[in-house]
């Protein structure tokens, strides 16, 4: 058992003293790598918290991490072109403005698909949450102010208080504070009542009727709160890249935001993260030595699916890996 | 009104594409359970399959004929080799196998054809009109896809209501144990269906070659439309595949072709233009919507064990 705070404290200790071995070492790709690797970690901790915890095995969560990124984008957009969104609103550059709105707003249409998804279960929610992602993926490539399929892209990135965001240090260190946020903030909800239900209506949904408890509400909340998680990765990962498009929306997103939590190891906090970073070096790996690497990456990730199941984190952490 | 009716055979002729692949997918998942987003990298192989034998034979014929087998065969094969392995496992590793089953397809076509797409001429015979409404000359390529939908479409209703292979397949979809004590290879069984849904996706992908690009992805994009035809329908029901697919071809073309118009009428030109095809390119889902929330189950909810 004491073998879970121990990595836990070993992957924090890295991920802190990482830009000081970038700096030593003078790369900085490595420290934008990194970045990424956080902001997509943030995304697969929040898609975890519906298929490893409450058992809705969603394949439309890109669609609030696109949507994140899109209101970052199209704030920004505006900003830069000195007009107003449908002649009524003007853009902003304030990271204190352009966030929360980016997270309201993935939350709010995470909470609304929830509505329609919610009322299905079973293979009938899988495509349904796919089916809606898709919907919202050609209705961002139909608005031709917006860039269409290509997108927009930005000058710089959002201004953010005391820090200078396109600081490559400062970024990263925004990114790791806001993921270990975001997963102590996860602890507790997992831990909650709220938390409890969930865990509960995965596991015997109809128990939990007999004990008076009607799992849609808490479903909706929970959907809507790893909407929100989801929207402030976006809106990071737009910065990140001082560029937005549809393919953030784009189905195979969703399902690359699956594979790294099944990677990382399902049902556990620390996993995803995990799950995120390994799969994004593979990527960036086998990049390296062919063009066909997903010909690598498919066939092994049909290997992890088939035979091991408890994921990299699951490997690591041993029996303990549970969080909550 | 000549453009209405155009309009309405464009539509159909979609719908008709739409079923092929819904046929199977459904089939599939109503019988083994399987939820299989691969079902697009079967289509996409039988385009490629059908456009490379036209181009080395010079018949299309052969080319769909090609396209047939080897999609029947590769269908098969998967489910042999992969597919078999995932029946009893929950949704999730399903959806992910299946995934990986697209990396691993998409990577080796790209290998196998390079990047660039392929294109597919209509044949010479069938490249004409024909004017079935007087004074609006129809596409003959276009009607030959509404008629083989249509056979397609009685042929499985004969198969499945009226032979011996038919009352396995429905015996199976409602309890699978059951056929399996009673003597039928179940296994074969399943290894057929596979087969068979993997040729209808074979035959879309022949048939939609000389009227689409043929790339790789092409087969992600239609599944989307084929999930979604699928739940209005009803999963596992090959009927509401059927009426599902018209509904989501009808809808998606003639929402293409006329809500611009329609906008046009109330907004200025450009906002029109610009809100209608918005508008149209999400009105198949925005009619998913509408049919869930009267009917969660589909348009033909199918009475099984599993009750997904």
Not at chain 2, 161 to 169: D, E, P, Q
């Amino acid at each position: 058992m004491a073998r879970k705070p121990l990595i836990i404290f070993l992957g924090l200790a890295i991920l802190l003293l990482l830009p000081i071995y970038a700096a030593a070492t003078n790369d900085l790709y490595l420290l934008s790598l990194s970045s990424r690797m956080l902001i997509y970690a943030l995304a697969a901790v929040s898609l975890d918290l519906l298929i490893g915890y409450g058992g809705m095995i969603s394949l439309g969560h890109a669609a609030f991490f696109g949507l994140g990124a899109y209101v970052g984008g199209i704030l920004a957009f505006h900003y830069q072109e000195f007009s107003l969104f449908f002649g009524l609103l003007p853009g902003s550059n304030q990271a204190l403005i352009v966030w929360p709105l980016a997270v309201l707003i993935s939350a709010l249409a995470a909470a609304v698909f929830g509505l329609i998804s919610l009322r299905t279960s079973g293979a009938y929610f899988i495509m349904i949450t796919l089916a809606l992602a898709q919907m919202l993926f050609f209705l961002f490539t139909s608005f031709s102010t917006y860039g269409g399929e290509d997108g927009i892209s930005l000058w710089q990135r959002n201004d953010f208080p005391y820090l200078d965001l396109d600081n490559r240090y400062h970024f990263y260190y925004l990114c790791l504070g806001l993921l270990v946020g975001f997963v102590g903030l996860c602890q507790r909800l997992v831990n909650s009542r709220l938390g409890m239900v969930i865990r509960a209506s995965k596991q015997n949904e109809r128990r939990l009727r007999a004990l008076g408890i009607n799992p849609l509400p808490y479903r909706l909340v929970w959907l809507t709160i790893a909407g929100a998680g989801a929207g402030l990765a976006g809106v990071l990962l737009m910065n990140h890249s001082h560029y937005v498009s549809p393919a953030l929306l784009h189905w195979t997103q969703s399902g690359e935001l699956m594979v790294m939590v099944i990677l990382g190891g399902l049902g556990t906090l620390y996993g995803p993260i995990l799950g995120a970073m390994s799969l994004l070096l593979l990527e960036e790996w086998l990049n390296q030595y062919t063009e066909h690497w997903q010909l690598v990456l498919g066939p092994l990730l049909l290997l992890v699916v088939l035979f091991a199941r408890r994921g990299l984190y699951g490997l690591l952490a041993g029996r303990g890996a549970r969080d909550g | 009104m000549l453009l209405l009716l155009e309009q309405i055979l464009n539509g159909l002729q979609f719908g008709f594409m739409l079923f092929l692949l819904a046929a199977g997918l459904t089939l599939v998942f109503g019988i083994m359970h399987l939820l299989n987003l691969a079902h697009g990298s079967l289509y996409m192989i039988g385009a490629y399959t059908a456009a490379t034998v036209t181009a080395a034979t010079g018949h299309f014929s052969l080319g769909v004929l090609a396209a047939l087998l080897v999609t029947a065969l590769a269908g098969m094969l998967l489910e042999a080799g992969v597919f078999r392995r995932l029946y009893q496992r929950e949704h999730l590793d399903q959806v992910l196998a299946t995934f990986a089953v697209i990396f691993t397809v998409n990577e080796l076509t790209r290998i196998l054809w390079g990047r660039a797409p392929l294109y597919l001429d209509i044949p010479p015979a069938l490249a004409g009109t024909i004017e079935i409404i007087p004074g609006a000359p129809y596409p003959v390529y276009r009607l030959l896809i509404i008629a083989v939908g249509a056979l397609v479409a009685l042929g499985l209703y004969v198969l499945i209501n009226h032979t011996r292979l038919g009352m396995l397949i429905r015996a199976g979809a409602s309890n699978r144990e059951m056929v399996g004590a009673l003597g039928a290879n179940i296994k074969l069984l399943y290894t057929l269906v596979f087969g068979l849904g993997a040729l209808l996706a074979g035959l879309a992908g022949a048939l939609a070659g000389p009227i689409l690009a043929i790339e790789v992805g092409m087969g992600e994009n239609i599944l989307i439309l084929t999930f979604v035809v699928v739940v209005i329908g009803g999963i596992g029901s090959v009927r509401g595949a059927l009426l599902g697919a018209l509904l989501v071809g009808l809808t998606d073309t003639l929402g293409r072709a006329f809500l611009p118009g329609l906008f046009a009428l109330v907004l200025p030109p450009a906002p029109a233009t610009a809100a209608g095809s918005s508008l149209a390119s999400i009105t198949i889902y925005l009619l998913m919507v509408l049919i869930l929330v009267f009917r969660p189950q589909g348009l033909f909810p199918v009475q099984g064990q599993h009750g997904a």
